[in-house]
């Protein structure tokens, strides 16, 4: 098995698009309406909101490669491109997505390593992330990688109020 993690530029735009809305819609469709599915995915994942992304210098993004497929990606932001605003000693794990068929290889660790490494690159001193309440198998991911539970916030699948649970490792 051989992995290894890209820097995703704006080259990779149709690929960003494409692995955001298969691994945003193995993850959540069984738990919400289609209806809510597809207004999420519309508006977070076209190729405008995207591209708008991945040209802002405060948001990295990176594939990681499992034998040469691309199995997953990372969102990482810092200062204001942060969806709360969390400091300039902060950096958001804003999106980590691993494929179905890729889980359970440690992808998502070493995912959640490249973000801690990205951060301490950069002289932060915590990176945090929300994840959604009801995904108890990443929650107990999250907090078996050191990470404790700081507060909460509104995440809007569609028109529907969910709630993500906001959580942070402190770095040295």
Known sequence: MTL????CSFDDISKLQEISV???????????????LHAYLNKAFNLIQLE????????QFFFIYMNDEVA???KVNTN????EAMGDDSLEIERIYIKG???GHGLGKYLLNTAIETAMACDMKRVWLGVWEENEKAIAFYKK???????A???YMGEEEQIDLVLTKLLN
């Open 4 to 7: 290894h993690i890209h820097k």
């Open 22 to 36: 298969e691994t945003f819609t193995e993850t959540f469709k069984d738990q919400n309406t289609s209806e809510s």
């Open 52 to 59: 708008k992304e991945v040209w802002n210098p405060l948001s």
């Open 72 to 74: 997953g990606y990372l």
């Open 80 to 83: 204001e491109a942060q969806s």
């Open 101 to 103: 068929k890729f889980q």
């Open 145 to 151: 990688m050191g990470f404790i539970q700081t507060g």
């Open 153 to 155: 916030h509104s995440f």
